[in-house]
């Protein structure tokens, strides 16, 4: 009997258990998650948002790309699209969506090389008369610092720089336009003359401090300036300026034209002869030209540098013309495994022969852009 009633009392004690267990509260159960977005090579900017975890449409992408188009959203920055713009999710977890892009822009073929990735493009649209991107280039006056885009107006040249001579066209291609025009004053913005006898004004702009460029295949597509006189480049310098300057640091001359000589393209390489920070009798210089292929005043052509490790290779409308590696140079130094910053401008001097009369001309850029070539390239933003 006793036996009976202690069974009892422990049936009774686990019932007590049971149905205080089933009256218990549950544990918290999380009803929303923060969802992350990451740019993945765009711009701009996007607040974390909270999806409950019954579903909620994306916040529609802000972010942007140029020459790209947004094609969803991925779970990692190189998989492959998993969610659409706006699209309906339920999170079960702590989500990370990463912006994948799909290129707009044509890649180039040069032969016998392999064009990978776009790395970097300047288009420049914008409405008509408005400035450069000013996250890439400064407009430039005359100085010879070497930080001043590595210094501008040596040579002699007859130009003041300054920044309104460079303006948007508004097109819908998107061109950059330097006006070079011939003055009988100098205009109040125009700063110093670098050598004391300008009689025009034009620009030059660069990427110096903002973007710098290590290999792969760097192109631009211009439309040279008419006239005699007219000095119009596209050309970059080492990131060393600010330490060794010129010409320890390098310079590159992938476009080089005289106005005066209409069907002729040249590029250079500038270098040193001694690896230490000395100027200017250190200088060396090699060169090359392509001649009576076209006529580089009446139209858009490209003009394009393949850089890898110890090889630069020169192009104009993809025509291989020049090559240059340190076995092409008089000197050991080899400062072109090193990161460059871009310049664009038109002097008026002496590689563009003598001035005959014009009174304005335009130098019009297309874009420039870089892509890795061979697998190697690297861009890099200040």
């Not at 040249?157 to 460079?166: R, V």
């Not at 110096?208 to 300036?225: H, L």
């Not at 290779?313 to 495994?337: E, I």
Request: proline share 4%; with cysteine; glycine share 10%.
């Amino acid at each position: 009997m006793q036996k009976l009633r202690a069974a009892r009392i422990l049936v009774a004690i686990a019932l007590t258990f049971l149905i205080g267990a089933a009256v218990q509260p549950p544990a918290f159960a999380t009803t929303s998650y923060q969802v992350t977005f990451m740019a993945n090579g765009g711009r701009g900017t996007m607040p974390k948002q909270s999806v409950p975890t019954t579903g909620k449409t994306l916040t529609k992408n802000r972010f942007t790309r140029v020459g790209y188009v947004f094609a969803g959203w991925a779970l990692t920055s190189s998989r492959a699209v998993k969610y659409k713009d706006a699209a309906v999710v339920k999170p079960r977890a702590k989500l990370t969506l990463w912006a994948q892009w799909v290129s707009t822009i044509a890649v180039p073929h040069i032969a016998g090389r392999t064009i990978g990735a776009l790395m970097w493009s300047e288009e420049f649209t914008g409405s008509a008369g408005s400035q450069v991107n000013s996250a890439n280039w400064t407009a430039r006056n005359c100085g010879f610092d070497n930080l001043n885009g590595g210094g501008t107006c040596f040579n002699g040249e007859q130009q003041w720089y300054t920044p309104d001579a460079l303006a948007l066209d508004g097109s819908s291609a998107g061109n950059a336009v330097i006006t070079t025009t011939h003055v009988s004053s100098p205009p109040a913005n125009a700063g110093d003359c670098g050598s004391g006898n300008c009689h025009f004004t034009s620009a030059r702009f660069d990427t110096q401090g903002k973007v710098s460029f290590k290999y792969g295949y760097i192109e631009t597509r211009i439309k040279m300036p008419v006239g005699g006189g007219n000095w119009p480049a596209f050309w970059a310098l080492g990131d060393s300026m600010g330490s060794v300057g010129w010409p320890l640091a390098g310079e590159i001359d992938i476009a080089e034209e005289g106005g005066n000589q209409a069907t002729r393209a040249t590029s250079a390489v500038h270098y040193s002869n001694v690896d230490q920070a000395t100027c200017c009798g250190n200088h060396l210089y090699e060169t090359s030209q392509l001649l009576n292929v076209a006529n580089y005043q009446t139209d858009f052509h490209t003009y394009g540098m393949g850089w890898t490790p110890n090889r630069m290779d020169f192009y104009v409308d993809g025509q291989l013309f020049w090559s240059v590696m340190p076995a092409s140079l008089r000197s050991n130094v080899w400062k072109f495994n090193e990161s460059f910053f871009l310049i664009l401008n038109n002097a008026v001097g002496f590689f563009g022969g003598n001035y005959d009369g014009w009174a304005s001309s335009q130098m019009t850029i297309d874009y420039v852009r870089a892509w890795k070539l061979d697998g190697q390239g690297t861009v890099t933003r200040h």
